[in-house]
């Protein structure tokens, strides 16, 4: 079962749009990490927020965590052509095994 | 260094055959996990090893089995390849923080698999 749900499925704005996508996941957790996957290449981390964060930036990267709202988003400012992939969000659950869960993901389109 | 390493790249197997997929990682990770990916759709944990000697199933572990070789090595074999295997294997590897929380995962290029 999947743990973490991206909203939307797909996404597709013109280059220099902000790009938001949301995570939502069912129960409590660790952290919650975003990856970003280029079309036929292995995934790449992108930025972790642990549970008593709120808010993380890394770059054009602005990641948000409601933990009451059991809810995250990956914000993506200025896009570029670049940034074209899909987007998964993945949780490390409180008292679950040693793995994380990953969501089915959102396919960003950025268009020149 | 080269993170995670995936042989082969691509594959075609007939139904019944069996294959091995290999995984290595040169980042002296406790942790690894194999994934297989299908279309329109996101990863899914087939089995993971949480540290050298230690093995455990995923969310879908049927028709599969694994071998964690040392702690660089971890290898998933198909004993007997059916058509619903076809799909992209992902290796993975990650340490634990000493709070025991999943940090990042670093992943491999990935295996193209196609069972005809």
């Known amino acids: 079962s999947q743990q973490g749900e991206e909203d939307p499925q797909a996404l597709s704005i013109q280059e220099g749009e902000n790009a938001t996508m949301n995570c939502s996941y069912k129960?409590?957790?660790?952290?919650l990490q975003w990856y970003r996957q280029n079309s036929g290449r292995g995934l790449v981390h992108l930025i972790l927020?642990?549970?008593?964060?709120r808010e993380k930036h890394s770059g054009r990267l602005r990641v948000t965590l409601d933990t009451s709202k059991k809810s995250s988003s990956l914000l993506i400012t200025a896009s570029r052509a670049a940034d074209t992939a899909s987007y998964f969000c993945a949780t490390d659950s409180l008292g679950g095994a040693q793995k994380l869960v990953f969501g089915q993901g959102t396919r960003l389109t950025i268009n020149p | 260094n080269a993170g995670v390493t995936q042989t082969p790249k691509f594959q075609v197997l007939k139904t019944g055959q069996s294959m091995t997929l290999q995984c290595a990682q040169d980042m002296n990770h406790n942790s690894m996990y194999w994934y297989r990916q299908d279309p329109g759709m996101g990863l899914r944990l087939i089995y993971y090893s949480a540290s050298e000697g230690t093995t455990d199933k995923g969310e879908v572990p049927n028709g599969y089995n694994v071998s964690r070789l040392n702690k660089r090595e971890f290898s998933l074999r198909l004993e007997s390849a059916a058509p619903s295997q076809t799909s992209v294997y992902f290796c993975?590897?990650?340490?634990?923080?000493?709070?025991?929380?999943?940090?990042?995962?670093?992943f491999g290029p990935g295996t193209r698999l196609l069972v005809l």
């Open positions: 927020i642990r549970s008593n964060e």
């Open positions: 129960t409590s957790i660790n952290n």
């Open positions: 993975a590897s990650s340490t634990t923080s000493g709070g025991n929380y999943r940090e990042t995962q670093y």
